[in-house]
């Protein structure tokens, strides 16, 4: 839940997000503007699936995140305790693909190459 401020526009922070989690990186980076100038002394709030924001900084890690759908949300803070009435949000997915094996090598073995089988890999793609 965001905080409640009174209502004035006048130097409120515009929160931007400069990259998204794509390829499995699931990392965000992120800034804020007051006029359309970047204001470095803002500070953060984020939050994940609604789980409530906490305090936070660019950039954002997430690290491995198990197969599902995600919303990833900022607000920036100025300097005075203005917040952005509407955070930046990302939507994406985490899917989980099972690698497709080669057919086994047919000429005998070769150095340095193997067959170990696969695994799960998960990917990260933006949400329709």
Known sequence: ????????SADEPETVIDTTAIEGDNS????C???DVRDFSCTFQCQVNNQGFV???S????????PDE????VYAVNSIGKYDHTPASFEWVVASETPTQSPPYQGGEEEGVSDSGGGENATSTPAQ
């Open 55 to 57: 305090p936070c900084e």
């Open 1 to 8: 839940m965001l905080p409640v401020e009174p209502a004035s």
């Open 33 to 35: 503007t007051i006029d």
């Open 59 to 66: 950039p954002k890690n997430y690290g491995t995140l198990r």
């Open 70 to 73: 995600y919303t990833f949300e």
């Open 28 to 31: 965000f980076t992120f800034h």
